[in-house]
């Protein structure tokens, strides 16, 4: 069984950080995002609480928050060119900082029920 989820609703990143989170698709099963982050900017912290599937199509430098505290920071250029997909868990409260000169650009698959059809 998984842990209630801890954080409010407004902190939900089409919520908190509508400017670079984007649902192209949503069903009972699934929320399909697109993440726009351009150059220098920081979005609002803000939470995803389902795991997913995440593909980065144009990568940038970025700089990670984990609850305000800077956790992260990709150094040196970036390979350009699409990533293999990604495996994320339900994230708390975060934003990313694009510190590059590109645009971020990922689709992220939020899988809303377990295997089981339970709701999450």
Do not use: K, Y
């Given at each position: 069984m998984t842990e209630p989820w801890q954080w409010p609703d407004h902190l939900d990143a089409t919520i908190a950080a509508p400017d670079s989170h984007t649902v192209i698709f949503e069903n009972d099963l699934v929320?399909?995002?697109e993440i726009v982050l351009p150059p220098g900017v920081k979005e609002p912290e803000h939470t995803h609480r389902w795991p997913s599937?995440?593909?980065v199509m144009d990568p940038a430098r970025i700089r990670f928050f984990a609850e305000g505290e800077l956790a992260y920071?990709?150094?040196g250029a970036e390979p350009t060119g699409?990533?293999?997909p990604r495996w994320m868990d339900p994230e708390g409260p975060h934003s990313?900082?694009?510190i590059d000169t590109c645009v971020f650009r990922a689709h992220r698959?939020?899988?809303k029920r377990p295997r089981d059809g339970?709701?999450?």
């Open positions: 929320r399909v995002l599937l995440m593909t920071e990709s150094l699409p990533r293999p990313v900082e694009n698959v939020e899988l339970a709701p999450t």
